[in-house]
Structures are given as C-alpha cells and as structure tokens.
C-alpha cells in the first residue's frame, strides 16, 4: 500500500517546522480551530467516570448511537434505527468497513476522480478493484450518470460518492445526485456515500444526502460520516457508518476483531457534539466561507494558476498546468509533483500534489488554516511563480 500522500506532506512541513522554518501548511485536511469548549468538558467529565475505564460494545455506546441516529434525521433528513448506526474509529474506519463488507475479490468500485487518496486504498485492501471515472473542472469535478454507465461491468459491486467533495470542494446539486442515485437503484448496486462534509457548503450550494432523495436506495447504501470536520475533532477518532442490519452486522463482527469500541471518552465526547447545536460549526463555515473567497481570488490572480470556485468542504483544487514546463529557480518542473517540491523547497509552503487524488496537474489546498498564514502562503507561491519562464 502507499502511505497517505496527505499525512506525508503534513508530516514533512512538521518537520521543516520543527527545524526552526517558518512553514505554511495548505497540506492538512483539519479545521484550525479547538473543539468546542462544552464538548471538551464531556469528555473530561467522562475520564473521571469508572463506566468508561471498561470495554463498552464494539458498536458503539447505546445512547451515541440513538444520538446518531436522531442527528441524521435532524440534518440529512434520514429516518434510521439506532440498530443500523455503528460507531468506528473516525470515518476512516466507516469507509474501510463499508468496502470490506461489501467487496469480494475481484468485484469493482467506481470511484470518481479527483478522489481523496484513502478510497481506492480502502477497496484494494478489500479485495476489490477501484475503477476510476475522471472529472475535471469543465464538468465542475462532477461525473455524470453516462460516465459512470460507460465504466460500469457486470463485475460492478459499488459506487464511491461524496458531496462535498475532498479534495475538490464540488458539490452535487439535488438533480444530480438523484440522477445518479436512481442509476445505481436500476443497476443494482450499492452506493457508499461520505456526508463528512455535510455541514460545509457555502453560497447557493447544498448538501442533498443520496438515500433521502432516492428512498429506494437505502436497501444498498452505507452512509460514512463523522465529527471530526463538523465539530473540529479531527484527533478525536469518532465516525460512524449507517447502513441495513446486514452489512452493519457484518461490520460490527469485523470491528470486533480488529479494534473493538472506540475509546469511551472519545464517544462521550462525539455524544455532547451530535446531541448539542450546531452553532460552533456555523461560525467555523463563516470564517472557511471568507477564506475560500480569498484564496479562489488570489490564486486567480497567479499567472500560471486557475481555479474552480470551490463550493463546499475546505479544499481548493487549482489547475497549475499552465507552470508545468517552465523554468523555475534553476529547474524545470513537468509534474504537480514535481512543483510542490519546489514549492515547499524554495517558497516553505506545503501543497498535495494532484497525483495523489488520481488527478495530476492540481494542487489541493486546504483553506482551514489562519487568514495571515493564507495570504503570506498565497503570496509567497506568487512570488515563486512570478519567476516562471
Ligand atoms: C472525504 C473524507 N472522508 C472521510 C474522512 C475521514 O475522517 P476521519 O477519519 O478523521 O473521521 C476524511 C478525512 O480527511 C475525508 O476527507
């Protein structure tokens, strides 16, 4: 398996950093800000709670899992038992359960591309066999129901969707995903859909969540979702998957194998996040909503660089082909790759490489970083990319 190309670069700017070098970071998928204060407090309080110095069941704490599933009902609209949530070690987790209840080997998963770099990993670990369906910034990083029908086989098992997109930032209009979600009812697959950015949507856009618009899916979906990007607990570890008794039983059996219940205060701590409002995200959306603004604009203005308005999530995904090619501090850059080297070398500021979602010539951005550290990142990658010839 390769790493995680994302870690990897997060990694090397801590290291840089840890260097004494004034490092910016567009590298990490993780909010700047702390978790809220009232759900801190729950988990300090739950540390203090013998209850939660014992195994607990691997599915998840009883009252966090009626908690999910009330909140699903709350946000998407989503009518589920407690019995069909299972709660996972981050949504990481969800995703690896969902492709490994559901694939044998050789069975085939189509995962529209940009994809976040954990999906096609995930499959392959399972057994299946990621096929990748390529969008781009003409369709708005969106693939349609004649792409996904021109890459589908008889050996098709699933289809990997997420709106809002990592590491795109696209969102799917309501059309589309029920477009693309009678596609699936009618071929008789199933869908995984990742709502972990569900509360992330800015301007017009809106999160439509696939088995509420197409009811007659919700036989064949798991949904993967999470607090870390909603609640700012990215280090906290809780997530969750939503899905029929069968593959949630299933998963529930494989997980009790492989980590049993995710650590107590961490659920507590979840608990207090889905069970409160969602007024710490709104201020969070607010402040990712000025700096997506910021950073469409002022990449923009860097010849070389376009970039799609992103919609949701916190991602900017910037084309840099137009730098591809072109002299650069004594080299010649013909990858994405290849750039984002010289940019953490020459300019100290990490980006991830477009290979690494399957989509070479972009850079993913991350705009969940401070608004100074965005401007002086920004600008520092224009001056670098002033000397392109
Ligand atoms: C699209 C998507 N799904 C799932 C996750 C998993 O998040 P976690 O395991 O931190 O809950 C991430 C994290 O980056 C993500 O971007």
């Given at each position: 398996?390769?790493?995680?190309?994302?870690?990897?670069?997060?990694?090397?700017?801590?290291?840089?950093?840890?260097?004494?070098?004034?490092?910016?970071?567009?590298?990490a998928?993780?909010?700047?800000?702390p978790?809220?204060?009232?759900?801190?407090?729950?988990?300090?309080?739950?540390?203090?709670?013998?209850r939660?110095?014992?195994y607990t069941?691997?599915?998840g704490?009883?009252?966090?899992r009626?908690?999910?599933?009330?909140?699903?009902?709350?946000?998407?609209?989503?009518?589920?038992?407690?019995?069909?949530?299972l709660?996972?070690?981050?949504?990481?987790?969800?995703?690896?359960?969902?492709?490994?209840v559901l694939c044998?080997?050789?069975?085939?998963?189509l995962?529209?591309?940009?994809?976040?770099?954990?999906?096609?990993?995930?499959?392959?670990l399972?057994?299946g066999t990621?096929?990748?369906?390529?969008?781009?910034?003409?369709?708005?990083?969106?693939?349609?129901v004649?792409?996904?029908?021109?890459?589908?086989?008889?050996?098709t098992?699933a289809?990997?969707?997420?709106?809002?997109?990592n590491?795109?930032?696209?969102?799917?209009?309501?059309?589309?995903?029920?477009?693309?979600?009678?596609?699936?009812?009618?071929r008789?697959?199933?869908?995984?859909?990742?709502?972990?950015?569900?509360?992330?949507v800015?301007?017009?856009?809106e999160?439509?969540?696939?088995p509420v618009?197409?009811p007659?899916?919700?036989?064949?979906?798991?949904?993967?979702?999470?607090?870390?990007?909603t609640?700012?607990?990215?280090?906290?570890?809780?997530?969750?998957?939503?899905?029929?008794?069968?593959?949630?039983?299933?998963?529930?059996?494989?997980?009790?194998?492989?980590?049993?219940?995710?650590a107590?205060?961490?659920q507590?701590?979840?608990?207090?996040?889905?069970?409160?409002?969602?007024?710490?995200?709104?201020a969070?959306?607010?402040?990712?909503?000025?700096r997506?603004?910021?950073?469409?604009?002022?990449?923009?203005?860097?010849?070389?660089?376009?970039?799609?308005?992103?919609e949701?999530a916190?991602?900017?995904?910037?084309?840099?082909?137009?730098?591809?090619?072109?002299?650069?501090?004594?080299?010649?850059?013909?990858?994405?790759?290849?750039?984002?080297?010289?940019?953490?070398?020459?300019?100290?500021?990490?980006?991830?490489?477009?290979?690494?979602?399957?989509?070479?010539?972009?850079?993913?951005?991350?705009?969940?970083?401070g608004?100074?550290?965005?401007?002086e990142?920004?600008?520092?990658?224009?001056?670098?990319?002033?000397e392109a010839?």
């Open positions: 398996m390769s790493p995680s190309a994302t870690l990897t670069v997060d990694a090397k700017a801590k290291a840089l950093q840890a260097a004494g070098e004034h490092v910016i970071g567009f590298g998928g993780e909010p700047d800000f978790t809220p204060d009232a759900i801190v407090e729950a988990a300090v309080a739950a540390c203090r709670d013998p939660n110095h014992r069941p691997t599915a704490l009883p009252e966090l009626e908690a999910v599933a009330a909140k699903t009902k709350r946000d998407s609209g989503y009518d589920v038992t407690a019995a069909q949530v709660v996972t070690n981050g949504g990481k987790q969800a995703v690896a359960n969902a492709f490994a044998d080997p050789g069975d085939e998963v995962v529209p591309a940009p994809y976040w770099t954990t999906y096609p990993e995930s499959i392959a399972a057994g990621p096929v990748v369906v390529p969008a781009d910034e003409t369709t708005g990083f969106r693939v349609s004649d792409q996904l029908e021109a890459a589908a086989t008889p050996r098992k289809l990997l969707f997420v709106s809002p997109s590491p795109t930032g696209a969102v799917y209009p309501r059309d589309e995903v029920e477009a693309i979600g009678r596609w699936a009812v009618d008789g697959i199933w869908v995984v859909t990742d709502e972990i950015y569900e509360h992330l800015y301007g017009a856009a999160q439509h969540s696939m618009v197409v007659e899916l919700a036989d064949r979906c798991l949904v993967v979702n999470g607090v870390a990007k609640y700012a607990m990215t280090g906290w570890r809780v997530g969750w998957m939503i899905g029929p008794a069968d593959a949630v039983a299933a998963a529930n059996n494989m997980q009790s194998h492989e980590t049993s219940n995710v107590n205060v961490s507590r701590a979840a608990l207090a996040a889905v069970s409160g409002d969602l007024s710490a995200v709104a969070m959306r607010q402040a990712f909503d000025r997506r603004l910021a950073i469409h604009r002022m990449l923009n203005d860097i010849d070389g660089v376009t970039c799609l308005e992103p949701g916190f991602y900017a995904f910037p084309s840099v082909a137009g730098l591809l090619g072109r002299q650069l501090r004594g080299s010649r850059p013909q990858t994405s790759e290849e750039l984002a080297e010289l940019c953490i070398a020459e300019a100290k500021v990490a980006v991830v490489p477009g290979e690494a979602f399957g989509s070479p010539g972009y850079f993913r951005m991350s705009y969940a970083l608004d100074a550290d965005l401007e990142g920004v600008s520092r990658l224009a001056t670098l990319f002033a010839s």
